[in-house]
Nanobody
Framework: QVQLVESGGGSVQAGGSLRLSCAAA????????MGWFRQAPGKEREGVAV???????NYADSVKGRFTITLDNAKNILYLQMNNLGPEDTAMYYC???????????????????WGQGTQVTVSS
């Protein structure tokens, strides 16, 4: 019912920027809550930034002030603008979606029903 397709990953030098996009196909209800997660080799998948169609957003402490998540309700595209990237940001980045969640959002991967294929972000020092 829901398909998520990420794009925009790549390799950049430390201090550079990337903009990730996630095109969502599905109902607005099924994709009411959306977010970006990342996973580095040998580490757990972690929430980076989440948003819902009511305009609420939240960020992991490690990316506050550097990353901006935007959910375009009209185009059904989720964006992640990443500035001042560092090697610690290197990971596979995944787009995820869920129906409305209690509390408005979640950083728990298990709460999200749909996932994209991932896009690799590599930051060199």
């Amino acid at each position: 019912q829901v398909q998520l397709v990420e794009s925009g990953g790549g390799s950049v030098q430390a201090g550079g920027s990337l903009r990730l996009s996630c095109a969502a196909a599905g109902s607005a209800y099924s994709t009411y809550c959306m977010g970006w997660f990342r996973q580095a080799p040998g580490k757990e998948r972690e929430g980076v930034a989440v948003a819902n169609r009511g305009g609420r957003t939240n960020y992991a402490d490690s990316v506050k002030g550097r990353f901006t998540i935007t959910l375009d309700n009209a185009k059904n595209i989720l964006y992640l603008q990443m500035n001042n990237l560092g090697p610690e940001d290197t990971a596979m980045y995944y787009c995820a979606a869920a129906a409305p969640l209690y509390g408005g959002y979640s950083f728990r991967p298990a709460d999200f029903s749909y996932w994209g294929q991932g896009t690799q972000v590599t930051v060199s020092s």
